[in-house]
Each structure stands twice: as structure tokens, then as C-alpha cells.
């Protein structure tokens, strides 16, 4: 993952919390979905099997309105990949309204990856606190003796995403 500043993090962190203010939703009491609902986003399921490296979609109806904004994830991917693509979908929708594109497609790697823009970790920056809230996992954390696994299946995420989670968790407090 690129380099993101503690204020960067701050910033992504204030955009969550500002979300859940908003809608009065929080993950994982309501459902993602519902989430992005509120958000005025339409999610769809969509047969990409042409296209199959592709996770997901952000799409307008125009790039300098960035109306009516849609989000399609790869049908095939397990649930709990879906649930990671379409927070990184979210996460472009709130953080990069001003970029201009009327599209935007995705093909995730959650593994590190240098090559990755900025966009790209801010987006999977944002996934991460939207999906596992640090007060929860430590929580989880606790009360499962440090399994990861049970972390990653409470908040239905992959173990790699949970091993990141804690990662950028520790590198904000040094
Ligand atoms: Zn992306």
C-alpha cells in the first residue's frame, strides 16, 4: 500500500464518522448496503464473466454533476470480497467526488502493492474503517483471546484485511 500521512488517515477517519452522523447507520449493526442506500448510491449484482478480473464499479450519469451514482460488483466474487469492493466503491464516491471521471473500475488487490495510487489506498483506507471499527475489533480482539479469524468472520471480512486493520492501527499510535 502507497504511503498515506497520519492526517491523511485523520481525514478518512473524520469521513467515516461523519457518515455514521449522517445516516445514523454503523457497520456491522446495519447492513452495507443499506449504508450506500442512504448514501443516495443504487448497488447492483452484475455478470461481469466477460470481464472477470474486474471487482467493481462506480458510475454517473455525468462526471461534472456526479449524479446518480451506481456501484456494480462482480457477482461471482465471494461475499466477503463484495463487501470489501463495494466500501472501496463507497469510500471513492465520498472521498474523490472531484476527480473528474464519470467511471471508475476496479480490480482489487488487497495484498501491499507500491504500485497502488493514492486513490487506491485512500478507497481501501476508507473500506477498512467503514467495515472494521477500531473500538469493535478491539473488542472482538478481547473477547476471542487475539483470533484473528473470529475477528474476520464477525465483521465478514477477509484475514488479510483484519491483519491490515491492525497494521495502520499500530502505525497511528506510534
Ligand atoms: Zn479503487
Redo the contacts with the bound molecule.
Sequence with gaps: MSYLSIDDQKRIESVVDNIKMQTGLSYPENDLIEIAKSLGIEVFESDVSEYPNID?L?EYVDEKGKAEPKIFLNKDRPETRKRFTLA??I??YVLHKNDKVRY?I?E?DYSDNAEDTK??TE??YFAAVLLVPEDKLRKILALSDNDYNVAAEFFGVSRPVIENRIKWIKTNKQ
Design positions: 467493481g462506480l472501496h466503491e469510500g471513492h471508475r476496479d482489487l486513490l487506491e478507497a481501501n
